[in-house]
């Protein structure tokens, strides 16, 4: 039975530490997926044969584990046509941060008679996830229903959005609903 994972790299590491100690932040940007097989190691420096390079859709803390984070992205239905089984998570500074193995599954292309979105979602550990930052380009976000859906349910059961403000919560407890 084969396991897959994904650790931090070396340069993951150090980032994390050059920032703790400019007390500044890791920004991740984009998730690479590639076809080679391969068993993560920290010294590693790139995939070992890239295929496509995306956008981060969401970074999210586990809500059980504080130093865990889910990181999410979607390879859309136009880009396929190989097969992903490594995985690989950059900064803005086009670091490695992260890389992983994954299942070998297929990204087909309509032309090829079907075609699908994939969602790659890669959970990592890291000791201080406060260090580490979503850097979003909006304009080519593709969000998942289950992450939709999510965020949703997070701000409708938020008191202090407006949707569920009580009259004691903004102060009229004793304000009589009347016409005058």
Do not use: W
Not at 20 to 29: D, I, M
Not at 136 to 156: G, I, M
């Amino acid at each position: 039975m084969e396991n897959f994972y994904t650790l931090l790299s070396n340069t993951g590491i150090n980032a994390i530490i050059a920032a703790r100690a400019s007390n500044s932040e890791v920004k991740l940007t984009k998730i690479a997926v590639g076809d080679g097989d391969i068993i993560p190691s920290q010294d590693m420096t790139a995939l070992k044969s890239e295929k496509h390079r995306f956008n981060i859709n969401s970074i999210i803390q586990d809500i059980d584990n504080p130093n865990y984070l889910i990181v999410e992205g979607v390879i859309p239905s136009n880009v396929g046509g190989f097969y992903v089984s490594e995985v690989a998570i950059y900064t803005d500074q086009n670091t490695l941060f992260a890389i992983g193995s994954l299942p070998k599954t297929y990204k087909p292309l309509l032309e090829e008679g079907s075609a699908k979105d994939l969602t790659i979602k890669i959970f990592l550990e890291v000791t201080n996830a406060d260090s580490v930052t979503l850097k979003v380009d909006d304009t080519v976000v593709l969000a998942t229903r289950k992450f939709v859906l999510s965020e949703l349910k997070k701000h409708t059961e938020d008191k202090k959005n407006p949707h569920a403000v009580t009259k004691a919560q903004i102060g009229l407890e004793f304000a009589e609903n009347t016409k005058d």
